[in-house]
Every structure is written in C-alpha cells, then in structure tokens.
C-alpha cells in the first residue's frame, strides 16, 4: 500500500503578509518538491468536505463562533501578535481540518497505509478557546477526537515533534485519558508550557524539554522514554504533529536536527507503530520556516513513511 499526500486547493490563499513566516510558500515547496520526485509510493488526495460539528469536539462553540466572526472579507484581521487571518483564511484553516479527516478515513479504509498532510494553518497552538501562535483550529486535536467519535477508538497517541510546545493540543486533551499526548521541545521557550511536571490529569501527557543547542544523538536518545511510554499506552492510531522547526537552520529555535534526522525519528515511530497498532499513522505539517531545510526534511520523513 502506498502512502497518501493530502493536498489543498486552498493554503496559498491565506495571506499573513509580507515577511511573515507562516508563509504559503513553506507548503508550495514541499508540495513542489515531493512532485519533481514523482515517487511511485504517493498517492494524492484532496481533502472531502467535512462535518463542521467536530470542530465542537476539540473547540468551544462560543470560540469557533467567534472566530467564524473574525474571518475577514477584505483586508486582515490579528486574532494575536502572530495569527492573522485573511480573507482566504476560512477556506484554507477549514480544508487544514478537512485533509486529516480525509487522511484518517483512507487509512482507516486501508485506502492507503499511512499520510502525510502538507497543508497550513498548522494547528498545535491553538487551545480550546484561544487562536495562538499561528494557529486556529487545532487540526490534530480534530482528528484524534474524529477517531474516538466515528471509528469508536479508545486509545489515540498524538506524537509533536515540533520544536515548540504544543500548547493547545495539551490544552484540549489535559483530561482526556483516552489520548495520550506527547511533546519533544525546546525549553524553556515559546509558548511557555510543556515542563515535565505538566504530565495530564490522567497522566496522559509527556512533556520532553530540550535545552537550546540540543543535538541530534541528544534529541534521538531523549525518545527512549516517549517510546516506552507509548508502548505502554498501547494506541490503536498515532498522530503526528509533524514540525521541523527542530532543524539547525531554522530560524525560530535552536535545536541542532540534520534534515536526515526526520527519517531516523519516523522509522523509529513506525517500527513501534508496527507493533502497537497495524502502522496506523497520520501526520500532519506543523511548523519548519527554513524553506530549504523544510523540504529536505519532509521528503526525508515522507520517504520514511512510504517505504
Ligand atoms: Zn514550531
């Protein structure tokens, strides 16, 4: 089986601005790049539309009202610092959440054995009741509550390799011992969160901080414990939420990751996800504004995931 891409139509048309670095063409070139390679092992998909009531399941009504409010028709709107909507924002910020939808069912389906979704807005940042850090839905949050919601899954791990804490995936799931949540980051930095002692109400969260300047055989070893903890868990689904702002040329971190590193950590979570729950993995871009280093890091991750 192969390895499904998913892809929008409508990610270029959420403009943050000049300079900005949650830019449309981080995905132009991952998407570019994985098509120059023409491997045989993708297959590409568009995302299908999907019911909006479980954007209800990880957001509070009042917030994805709010935020229905805030979607500009002309000219920008700052729901933070950092996070600005456009008026293609509602189209691409909802086709983010549609493509993980549309990820998790083809595996489910066994359309494909696994995806990877190259899409933005990301979405860790984004709690349940705050737009965040680029973010405004928490599309892994979305898809792991799809999971319990239409295909009765009981145990859901989401893995955040992403140089920052995902804040808002923590947020959502802080009480919910039925997902596991798993975060590798820089610390202390943006957003704040993510110490080891932040471990869920049901010891359902795992926090890994890294100090600045952490290198790659640092990062790798510092997964020993993630995995032990996810073969403990025993998911029947893993999520990634699949940043690579980790890199050495990133330019908002100062983690030390080689672009191959991305293939080391994703064999590794395959071959464990191989074990606990029938390779079922769908991994969703999150951060990495180095464009060169970003597309060497997805190919090397997708390449992992489709061999
Ligand atoms: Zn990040």
Same mark, same amino acid.
């Given at each position: 089986m192969k390895t499904g891409i998913i892809i929008t139509d409508?990610?270029?048309?959420?403009n943050t601005g000049?300079?900005?670095?949650?830019?449309a063409d981080r995905v132009t070139v991952v998407i570019e790049h994985l098509k120059k390679k023409g491997s045989k092992n993708l297959v590409w998909k568009k995302p299908s539309k999907f019911?909006?009531?479980?954007?209800e399941l990880a957001h509070d009504k009042a917030y994805l009202n709010n935020i229905n409010d805030a979607f500009p028709t002309k000219g920008v709107n700052f729901l933070?610092?950092?996070?600005i909507l456009s008026p293609g924002s509602k189209a691409a910020a909802r086709d983010a959440v549609a493509s993980i939808i549309t990820a998790i069912d083809g595996v489910m389906n066994k359309d494909f054995k696994n995806a990877f979704c190259a899409v933005r807005?990301?979405?860790?940042?984004?709690e349940k009741q705050k737009a965040m850090g680029f973010c405004v839905y928490n599309n892994v949050a979305v898809g792991a509550y799809y999971l319990l919601e239409k295909?009765?899954?009981?145990k859901v791990a989401i893995i955040d390799f992403d140089v920052h804490h995902g804040n808002g995936t923590q947020n959502i799931f802080?009480?919910?011992? !039925?997902v596991l949540y798993i975060s590798s980051h820089q610390y202390?930095?943006?957003?704040?969160s993510g110490a080891?002692?932040? !471990?869920?109400?049901?010891?359902?969260v795992l926090n890994i901080p890294l100090v600045a300047g952490t290198q790659s055989h640092e990062f790798l070893n510092a997964y020993d414990s993630i995995f032990k903890k996810l073969k403990e868990f025993k998911p029947e689904f893993i999520l990634l939420s699949a940043?690579?702002?980790?890199? !050495?040329?990133?330019?908002l971190a100062q983690i030390n990751l080689e672009s191959e590193d991305f293939y080391t950590l994703t064999k590794r979570i395959m071959s464990l996800a191989k074990e606990l729950c029938g390779k079922k993995i769908v991994s969703i871009l999150e951060g990495g504004y180095d464009l060169n280093a970003l597309k060497e890091s997805v190919d090397y991750h997708v390449k992992s995931l489709s061999e």
């Open positions: 409508t990610y270029s048309n959420h000049q300079d900005h670095p949650e830019r019911d909006l009531k479980y954007l933070d610092g950092d996070t807005p990301p979405g860790h940042h984004a295909y009765n899954l009981s802080y009480n919910n011992e !039925k202390p930095y943006y957003p704040g080891s002692n932040e !471990k869920g109400v049901k010891d359902n940043g690579f702002d980790a890199h !050495k040329d990133d330019p």
